[in-house]
């Protein structure tokens, strides 16, 4: 049904040639530089706050640096079971052969390598800033709303979030100089394994809308965007946390109209980096237009809200 080329056995043969371990990133003498940012402008939005002096604008990026690893271990939490379903699947029913049951317990083992990486994130991070960060959750108990619905809108979810991955770190990751370059190499490695992933969800996604029919994938569509405003309402939570733990960092009061200064542009800046940069992907757009042309427009219609 999609128009692609990805096959299980070249997806995982360029996942062991790319495979990394936590330990060789972070840790020992891997430490994080608190004296720079380490997210882009374009992820995190602070360059343009003008109650904000250089120290809050650098204290801010690192709060949301902080938070965005936090929120994609957040996510995986249902990407992991997921997978691992949808690869008991294949060998349940036999309609997977041994190559793609190896790449799919690659993409699992590697998604659960992933939370384990911004983990240990977390605790470098909470030993070297001066203050403690407030993050949303439980994970587990919005993972199993997510996966409460249609395996599909799932799927198309999951790659929404694999493309967005590869936007972030090759629009700006990549190129800017700036960044804190240990927390950069924690994104270039992520990045390198999410390349696969978001082609091996191609082609669950693939196999999901075949199953499901017409009507099935007109639901998947409708989760899709289900689940993405159950998320903007946590980004928007999350945002009121950075705010408070701002506010401590700094030991400052904001005034009303500094606080709604702040919050207008980490809303937007939220909204972009997890709902709009990943929902306007030129690939998920393709994808969604070749499992329904209907759906696609309401998919880049609500793209533009979020950018």
């Known amino acids: 049904m999609l128009n692609h080329n990805y096959k299980y056995d070249a997806i995982l043969a360029d996942s062991l040639k790319v495979t990394w371990k936590v330990e060789d990133l972070i840790g020992g003498d891997k430490k994080l530089d608190f004296s720079r940012p380490f997210l882009p402008d374009s992820l995190a939005g602070v360059n343009g706050i003008k109650c904000l002096d250089a120290n809050g604008k650098l204290k801010l990026n690192q709060i949301r640096g902080n938070s965005y690893l936090y929120l994609f271990g957040f996510v995986e939490e249902f990407i992991l079971p997921f997978v691992l379903d949808h690869a008991r699947q294949h060998v349940v029913h036999g309609h997977g052969d041994q190559m793609a049951i190896r790449a799919l317990a690659t993409f699992a083992e590697e998604e659960a390598k992933h939370m384990h990486l911004f983990q240990r994130f977390a605790e470098e991070f909470a030993a070297g800033f001066p203050v403690k960060c407030g993050v949303v959750g439980p994970a587990k108990d919005v ?102 733990a701002l506010g401590k960092v700094l030991n400052r009061t904001f005034t009303e109209a500094e606080a709604a200064e702040i919050t207008a542009a980490q809303v937007k800046a939220y909204r972009w980096t997890f709902l709009g940069s990943g929902l306007s992907h030129p690939n998920f757009l393709k994808t969604c237009g070749e499992l329904s042309p209907e759906a696609a427009k309401k998919v880049a219609e609500v793209a533009l809200v979020f950018s």
């Open 143 to 244: 993972a199993q709303v997510v996966l409460g619905h249609s395996p599909l809108g799932v799927g198309l979810v999951t790659l929404m979030l694999e493309w967005m991955t590869q936007r972030h770190y090759v629009d700006s990751v990549k190129t800017d100089e700036a960044l804190d370059p240990h927390f950069a190499s924690l994104l270039r490695h992520h990045w390198m394994e999410e390349a696969q992933h978001a082609k091996l969800d191609t082609l669950l996604v693939d196999e999901l809308a075949q199953k499901a029919g017409a009507a099935g994938i007109g639901k998947g569509f409708d989760d899709v965007l289900a689940i993405g405003g159950a998320f903007d309402g946590l980004l928007a939570a999350q945002q009121k946390l950075d705010l408070e």
